[in-house]
């Protein structure tokens, strides 16, 4: 016997079938729908775990879905009660399957809970604790099909993630690039500084964040031309810039199987050693695109291999034939600029303490003149400006600048140099120029999983949980850009599209104390702008699993009585 239910677009399916000589009854919970002139079904959920009088309470809300007072008594039984939101999960889980990032964590239940740490970092970033208490406001085992988890569940999925990085990167980059990989990558290094000294790879080392005293990580990301990251690697915090080249070429060479590259690395990144160890490469062809520091520029200005008359709006370039490569020179006008009004800037600040120590000597009189002078020369070293001369009469000092050397300091503002060993054929001046600047969508990158996405703080010690958490970041910025390149054209911020979405919530049918389905309402005009343009489609339904997550650690036995 087969009986069906239609109400509207959905429907309850109830089918009995004998099988093995016993009569079975099942009950699924469908939707029909119109495709190319047909009617088709969808399943939804299965439902006949629910008891006989819950099957027909379900179809009597059905089939008085618009007029649920007509049922009288039945009514009673039927709630309709605010759900998980399910507006920002859907959308990052639609967006996530259309960059493949799906298909590169796997459908085990380790690769939906890094994919739930990838969506928690995009939703709101914190400790793997907040990501297991945030998945009970989003209906996040209801649509990654998630079963029941806790902090520590989180804190080992990272171990995993850090076993399984080469892997998840390779399916990802194939997935991407198939055939057409990319020739040209882009790379840098940053560092993030730590709280805490336990982390297994802190060290100290050259801080970019300018905190002192404070112990670090450094991680470098290899991108593609567009600014897609790759790979991430991370290192003890005292690692050297250079030292992390060697492993993204093998990376490039070896794991994404490229022939034809061309690397692109900052002056501070591709130095003598490193295109060496490029040119070692014979069975490659591998090329690179670099910056040289202003001392290098000033060699070889003073060797007559470049002049000082190149240095234009327009970009100009030189073949040194000796050492076989180009040097590409620009002067940047408003980087010019802005460095001399930083330059003067500091010589206002130098000025200040200047009139500070004398201020000082004044009020004082057996406070030694040659200890604020020492002071000040103290200061004017640490600001990096050029030479000056200091004069003291009657117990008060100041200074003015050596005109030949300040002029001397500023002849290369907004001057910078590039060096390839490509010849002309294979790109031009202009071309390698463009490269080159390239490296800023690195430099966002960075700046995006600092402030965004929260890099740090970290929350933990062991390396490979380093490694799997800044993966997580990795593969979290590859849905920002994604989002960020859907909303361009609407004048919202990622992080100001995600909150409206957080606000589109289920409406949740509960019958007899049971819930059996989240209901997904008709979003509002700012939503619904949101989900056509990152060309998301929500479901009318999301089947209610049941599974709710819970801490291990709770609030309430942290918190410090008063």
């Known amino acids: 016997m087969y009986i069906v239910y239609y109400v509207d677009t959905m429907f309850v399916d109830s089918c009995t079938y004998n099988a093995n000589g016993k009569k079975y009854t099942r009950h699924l919970l469908r939707e029909s729908f119109r495709q190319d002139g047909k009617v088709k079904h969808r399943t939804i959920g299965n439902i006949s775990h629910c008891s006989p009088d819950e099957i ?30 399910v507006g920002a999960v859907c959308t990052l889980w639609q967006v996530a399957q259309r960059i493949g990032l799906i298909k590169g964590l796997g459908g085990s239940q380790q690769g939906k809970r890094a994919l739930w740490q990838v969506f928690a970092r995009v939703l709101e970033q914190g400790s793997r604790l907040s990501a297991v208490r945030l998945a009970n406001a989003h209906a996040a085992c209801d649509v990654l099909a998630l ?9 080992h999925n990272l171990d995993w993630l850090a076993e399984h990085q080469q892997q998840i990167e390779d399916r990802l980059f194939r997935d991407r690039y198939a055939e057409n990989k990319p020739t040209l990558y882009l790379y840098d290094v940053t560092s993030s500084y730590l709280e805490g000294t336990c982390n297994e790879l802190s060290a ?25 990251p790759v790979s991430i690697e991370a290192f003890p915090g005292n690692t050297n810039d250079t030292k992390t080249f060697g492993s993204q070429i093998r990376k ?18 591709i130095k003598g050693p490193q295109i060496e160890q490029i040119q070692a490469e014979d069975a490659l062809e591998l090329h690179y695109i670099t910056g040289i520091t202003k001392p290098q520029i000033e060699t070889l200005l003073k060797k007559d291999v470049i002049q000082m008359n190149l240095f234009d709006e327009m970009v100009a370039e030189v073949v040194d034939n000796d050492l076989d490569v180009r040097y590409v020179l620009r002067r940047n006008p408003q980087r010019a600029m802005e460095v001399a009004a930083n330059r003067y800037s500091k010589l206002a600040t130098l000025q200040k303490r200047v009139e500070v120590q004398n201020k000082y000597l004044a009020e004082h009189p057996r406070a030694a003149v040659d200890v604020a002078r020492r002071k000040i020369e103290a200061f004017h070293k640490k600001l990096r400006l050029p030479a000056i001369d200091l004069n003291v009469i009657d117990r008060t000092i100041s200074f003015t600048k050596q ?29 390698v120029h463009d490269r080159y600047k390239s490296l800023s969508q690195v430099e966002w990158a960075f700046r995006t999983s600092k402030s965004l996405l929260e890099a740090r703080p970290v929350y933990v010690r062991l390396a490979s949980r380093t490694r799997g958490h800044l993966l997580v970041v990795m593969l979290a910025y590859l849905i920002v850009q994604e989002l960020a390149s859907c909303w361009y054209e609407i004048d919202v911020t990622v992080e100001e599209a995600l909150d409206e979405l957080k606000s589109l ?35 009318k339904m999301v089947a209610d699993r049941g599974v709710r997550v819970s801490t291990r650690k709770k609030l309430t036995s942290e918190r410090k009585t008063v």
């Open 56 to 85: 027909r309470a379900l179809k009597l809300a059905l089939k008085h879905k618009a007029n649920l007072q007509l049922l009288g008594n039945v009514n009673e039984h039927i709630q309709v009660e605010q759900g998980l939101a």
């Open 147 to 155: 079963d029941a988890f806790n902090e520590d569940d989180l804190y």
């Open 204 to 228: 100290f080392g050259y801080n970019r964040d300018r905190k002192s005293g404070k112990r670090q990580i450094v991680y470098g990301l290899l991108c593609d031309e567009q600014g897609r």
């Open 252 to 269: 490039v060479a070896k794991r994404f199987n490229t022939k034809n590259i061309v690397l692109v690395g900052d002056r501070g990144m």
């Open 403 to 431: 005109a030949d050397v300040w002029q001397e300091a500023s002849k290369l503002d907004g001057c910078y140099c590039l060096k390839t060993d490509l010849s002309s054929t294979q790109a031009s001046k202009e071309t």
């Open 505 to 539: 919530c289920t409406t949740r049918v509960v019958v007899k104390g049971t819930s059996i389905m989240h209901n997904i309402p008709n979003p509002r005009e700012s939503v619904q702008r949101l989900l056509e343009a990152a060309h998301v489609t929500l479901p």
